[in-house]
């Protein structure tokens, strides 16, 4: 029971029917039903324009009527993860290993997604994680840096980055894409310089781009009109090096900057 209805709440939350997400914990809370983690990230995600998150993650600390995992035999049973089934911001990473993803800090998850979201640097909550003396896992530095990148402070996204690493704390590709995709927003000099540092970096740590993440990638780095086009070129390069094909619009996308870069030569 406890769990349509979180599946339900989720939803709401998703489509921003902030009514109906409210409606649903009235509905909860007259049935004797307790609130959970879950619960909580729904609320965060319907509410992250028009209240402040902090206000959740303190009061989510509260929960205590319903057990921490409520998933089901038949979800157990054919792998599906509650974070995939309440369609959280977690859940392509909810089966990853190697201190990725500390399923004990959902409720830090989404609000820190929904901060990166917002671009909003006051609002994120790294001093209400610390209270708690859990370790951020790399999903959560992830979103921290997001939030810096969105903000277009990428001298504390950098110091994020390079704090988690200099900790030998695990590492992983998608700390290195993070960082890359969100310097390279307005395509600025200093931006564009440090996504290719970071790239070499990545690289030189054996961790290489899927066919996605270069496409992505690439297509963002197509949008440089005023510098060499280097970093897009070593996109590039790093997928043919590996005989990974970028997707059509991709291609077009880097054929087309080419010539304009050229033309500016």
């Known amino acids: 029971m406890v769990q349509t209805y979180v599946c339900l709440l989720n939803a709401c939350a998703g489509a921003g029917r902030i009514d109906r997400a409210y409606a649903i914990i009235c509905d909860m809370t007259a049935a004797g039903l307790g609130l959970n983690k879950f619960c909580y990230a729904g609320l965060i995600a319907a509410l992250k324009n028009k209240s402040p998150i902090i206000k959740f ?3 989510s600390k509260e929960w205590t009527s319903v057990k921490a995992s409520s998933a089901s035999a038949e ?14 911001p977690t859940a392509e990473y909810v089966h990853r290993r190697g201190g990725f993803l500390n399923r004990q800090l959902t409720v830090y998850h989404v609000a820190f997604h929904a901060c990166a979201d917002l671009g909003n640097v006051e609002a994120i909550v790294v001093d209400g994680n610390s209270k708690d ?3 951020p896992d790399i999903f959560i530095v992830m979103q921290i840096m997001r939030c810096y990148l969105r903000a277009r402070d990428i001298d504390n996204a950098l110091k994020t980055f390079e704090d988690h690493m200099n900790a030998k704390k ?4 998608e700390l290195y894409v993070t960082l890359i995709e969100g310097a390279m927003i307005g395509h ?3 931006g564009m310089q440090l ?9 030189e740590r054996d961790f290489f781009l899927s066919q996605k993440m270069g496409s992505d990638l690439l297509l963002i780095a197509s ?3 005023t510098g060499g086009y280097t970093t897009a070129n070593y996109i590039w390069d790093l997928m043919q090096a590996r005989k990974i094909t970028s997707s059509l619009p991709t291609v077009e996308a880097y054929y087309n900057g080419l010539k304009v870069s050229l033309l500016l030569r």
């Open 170 to 173: 695990p590492a992983a590709l």
């Open 57 to 59: 993650v303190e009061r």
């Open 195 to 203: 996504a290719q540092d970071t790239l070499v970096k990545m690289t």
């Open 223 to 225: 949008g440089e009109k």
């Open 188 to 190: 600025t000099p200093k």
């Open 133 to 135: 003396e859990k370790y």
């Open 75 to 88: 979800n157990l049973m054919i792998g599906v993860a509650e974070e995939e089934l309440y369609n959280l």
